[in-house]
């Protein structure tokens, strides 16, 4: 379902919305994890103003340790909703477990599938049957490029045909940066299935100061949009603080982006 060859045109998928695919650049920002309402609601009208088109924020969190914030769950994602009321942004953030679908449905625009659960069969399949919104699916830590695209599968064979892929770098030798970003993976993406890829250079790279370049690149490679991690104290994030940008770098980075891909 997901392979290009029975279906020659890019697949352009609609949040609430936005769309993302064809010439359409999807502008995901926000923090790794939701706080407090101040928090997303401050940081979510910057993103906004900058020029992003989705706000992001972790209510559930797939944190490697289980002494780590482990997110605030269901008030999380009510903070979300009224950061959406104030500024119009689509929401998107991860579900980690099936019971919560009827909730995501509800309140968020846009279902995130962790690296993590990326090979979680039951939960794509789940995701499939009962999830009303569009799917966003992140490449798992070590998954080659048919394992992701499988995964795919399983969500859109499963009812929902909805699916946007992320990039969010893979494991290599290399451990000086979290992860290393492998762009090759736009156009592999776009040569073997229709779907929209975006690229979070935020995970990939573990550093903020990375995700400049790497954005710029990625936009000049043809993908279909950046998931960028953005707060307004990265100093004090209860995750993820070292890789995210502030508020006035994001702006600047959206202005550089504009000159390089067409921003609709
Ligand atoms: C995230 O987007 O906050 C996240 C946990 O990403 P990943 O699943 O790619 O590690
Ligand atoms: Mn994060």
Request: glycine share 8%; with cysteine; aromatic share 6%.
């Amino acid at each position: 379902l997901a392979n290009r060859a029975f279906h020659p045109e890019d697949s352009i998928i609609d949040v609430s919305g936005v769309k993302v695919g064809g010439d359409h650049l999807a502008l995901i920002a926000g923090p790794c994890s939701v706080e407090s309402k101040e928090q997303v609601i401050a940081i979510a009208r910057e993103a906004k103003a900058a020029g992003a088109n989705m706000l992001r924020g972790g209510a559930f969190k797939p944190r490697t340790s289980p002494y780590a914030f482990q997110g605030m769950g269901t008030a999380g994602l009510d903070i979300l909703v009224a950061a959406k009321k104030e500024t119009g942004l689509p929401i998107v953030s991860e579900l980690m477990s099936a019971d919560y679908i009827d909730e995501f449905n509800e309140k968020v625009d846009l279902v995130q599938i962790g690296a993590r659960n990326m090979q979680n069969f039951d939960l794509l399949k789940e995701v499939g049957k009962r999830c009303t919104k569009p799917i966003l699916l992140k490449r798992g830590l070590s998954a080659t490029y048919e394992e992701w695209i499988m995964s795919a599968e399983y969500i859109m064979a499963s009812g929902n045909p909805n699916v946007i892929l992320c990039e969010r770098g893979i494991r290599t030798f290399e451990s000086y940066t979290r992860n290393t970003l492998d762009l090759q993976a736009i156009p592999v993406i776009k040569r073997l299935t229709h779907l929209p890829i975006i690229i979070d250079p935020s995970h990939a790279g573990g550093k903020w100061w990375l995700v400049e370049p790497m954005a710029k690149a990625a936009v000049a490679a043809g993908c279909d949009g950046l998931m960028i991690e953005v707060h307004n104290d990265p100093e004090h994030a209860l995750c993820d603080g070292p890789q995210s940008l502030k508020p006035q770098k994001y702006t600047e980075l959206l202005r550089q982006i504009k000159g390089i891909g067409e921003i609709v």
